[in-house]
């Protein structure tokens, strides 16, 4: 059998904890892509002067990456780098915004503060939930950051320049006081929306593990229970091994399709019911299934019925006179048609010398697959084992066949 080869695992970026600065995402980025963290910083404080793209860009990245397991903390000199960029980008970002925009300096001086209060309460508060380090410090901080976003909505719905200025004070006050609820509390909502996820995870997997035990209780433990009690009966034993790796193969890799549903199920479940029934060992292999359209064709359905029919008799007949242990059934289906191989390495039959009353390969195999418009070919030797072979055409786009159009040509010309 073959399996699709695993995929690697898709290496995901995650923020730097321990060396982080404000949030970590540029060392994130940095360590992610195996650069220098300082070029990254240089990078996000130019698209910060591009009407504030980079801000943006780090915002999101803050909002959506999860912080890594790094403890290594920032050396000084990264630190004082680093805040020297700060400053920078706030300061390109604040000249940028005068410049593009009409509105007065205190307008935009207010959005940097709530942007920075907000800030500030994230890095303490980060997107886990829980604050990065107790005590009274980070308190002051958190109320630090509370209070610039609150005073900054203030400015900017009461200062008398501000372009808000105009609009009704009661509708301003609540829609500043709703502003800073949502900025002070995004790491509040982050840490519920991962605790969920976290527990669907658990449950899903906890799901998986009880289907798993109940599988391995209801098959594999009671089958290892009946061969502890037929432990003296070696037949027995490797027939039920076979039944149970054949039963566990289909559950691990295989669909669960019902023979109704698919010639590959049906073949694979006659190989069974033989298999079970004469105790050896049948190998099935499969390569390619009918479509749907093909199983609701009533013609195409009848037809494979008739094939796999032809497939169990063959396999039967292996099973009962061959004297092998193992039988080996190949199905394979290709564009334009259906074949299915059974072979033996048994005592093998002269064809020619079989008794007229013996009909099962005439009645049962030939014409059977003759009816349907295949064809069954059967090789065998004395000492040299069995070999069927059945062939189906699949019907064409028009309904015809590929052996029963041959069949029409050849009787034109003949005529």
């Known amino acids: 059998m073959t399996h699709a080869t695993d995929t690697p695992p898709v290496a995901r970026m995650h923020r730097r904890s321990g060396g982080k600065i404000v949030a970590g995402v540029c060392g994130g980025i940095a360590d992610h892509l195996g650069v220098d963290v300082f070029r990254v910083r240089v990078v996000f404080v130019v698209l910060a002067a591009l009407a504030g793209a980079g801000v943006a860009m780090y915002g999101l990245l803050w ?116 502003v800073g ?7 509040l909502w982050m840490r519920m929306w991962r605790s969920l996820n976290a527990e669907r995870a658990a449950r899903i997997r906890n799901q998986e593990r009880e289907e798993i035990a ?25 027939q039920l091994a076979r039944r149970q790796e054949r039963e566990l193969r289909q559950w691990l890799f295989g669909d ?41 064709d009533e013609k195409v359905a009848h037809g494979l019925q008739s094939l796999v029919a032809s497939a169990r008799e063959a396999v039967v007949n292996a099973a009962k006179h061959s004297g092998a242990e193992k039988v080996d059934v190949y199905c394979e289906v290709d564009e334009e048609q259906i074949e299915v191989f059974v072979r033996d390495r048994g005592v093998g039959f002269d064809p020619d010398a079989v008794d007229a009353d013996r009909q099962g390969i005439a009645k049962s195999i030939r014409a059977r697959m003759e009816r349907v418009g295949g064809s069954a070919r059967i090789t065998s030797a004395p000492g040299r084992g069995t070999n069927v072979a059945l062939t189906l055409p699949r019907p064409h786009r028009d309904g015809s066949s590929s052996i029963l159009e041959s069949d029409r040509q050849s009787k034109l010309e003949q005529k």
């Open 63 to 178: 909002f959506f990456c999860s912080t890594g397991d790094d403890v290594e903390r920032a050396t000084p000199r990264e630190r004082r780098q680093a805040h020297g960029l700060i400053v920078l980008g706030v300061i390109v970002l604040l000249a940028n915004g005068i410049v593009a925009s009409s509105a007065p300096a205190s307008t935009l001086l207010a959005l940097i503060v709530i942007l920075g209060g907000a800030a500030l309460v994230w890095r303490e508060v980060d997107l886990t939930g829980a604050p990065t380090r107790s005590g009274v410090v980070t308190w002051l901080r958190l109320a630090a950051g509370a209070f610039l976003v609150v005073g900054g909505l203030i400015v900017l719905v009461a200062a008398p320049d501000a372009a808000l200025a105009g609009m009704n004070p009661t509708l301003l006050a609540v829609l500043g006081t709703l």
């Open 256 to 296: 669960q399709a019902r023979r109704s549903q698919s010639l590959a199920a049906a073949v694979a479940a006659v190989s069974a019911e033989v298999e079970d029934a004469y105790g050896l060992e049948i190998e099935t292999v499969t390569v390619g299934d009918v479509t749907p359209d093909e199983l609701r």
């Open 181 to 187: 609820v949502v900025l002070l509390t995004i790491p």
């Open 214 to 238: 109940s599988h391995l209780h209801d098959s594999v433990l009671q089958t290892l229970a009946l061969i502890q009690k037929r432990s003296a009966q070696p037949e027995v034993v490797a």
